[in-house]
Nanobody, 117 residues
């Protein structure tokens, strides 16, 4: 499975961005996809995730009500709509795909989101 993120950039606080993650390869093996982020000097953290079967979602408390994760199964693409962005949302955002059967994770190279105050 290959993952390619896009959509990062510089935005002012209160603004919006939409990240995309295009998946290719053995996408049928993916059980759940998610967005993680890593700020400088901090650990990588889960932002939001969505299951392949039911589309169930979960979010980090810090982004609930502001971010929305979604997917387009036809395009094999996952999205993260980010609204009301805050400077603390500044990080490299990574796309992740997980396969339960083999316990395998796939990662994109990341896309930088910078929110200025």
């Amino acid at each position: 499975v290959q993952l390619v993120e896009s959509g990062g950039g510089l935005v002012q606080a209160g603004g919006s961005l939409r990240l995309s993650c295009a998946a290719s390869g053995s996408t049928f093996s993916i059980n759940v996809m998610g967005w993680y982020r890593q700020a400088p000097g901090k650990r990588r953290e889960l932002v939001a995730a969505i299951t392949s079967s039911s589309g169930s979602t979960n979010y980090a408390d810090s982004v609930k009500g502001r971010f929305t994760i979604s997917r387009d199964n036809v395009k094999n693409t996952m999205y993260l709509q980010m609204n009301s962005l805050k400077p603390e949302d500044t990080a490299v955002y990574y796309c992740n795909a997980h396969n339960y059967a083999y316990g395998k994770d796939y990662w994109g190279k990341g896309t930088l989101v910078t929110v200025s105050s």
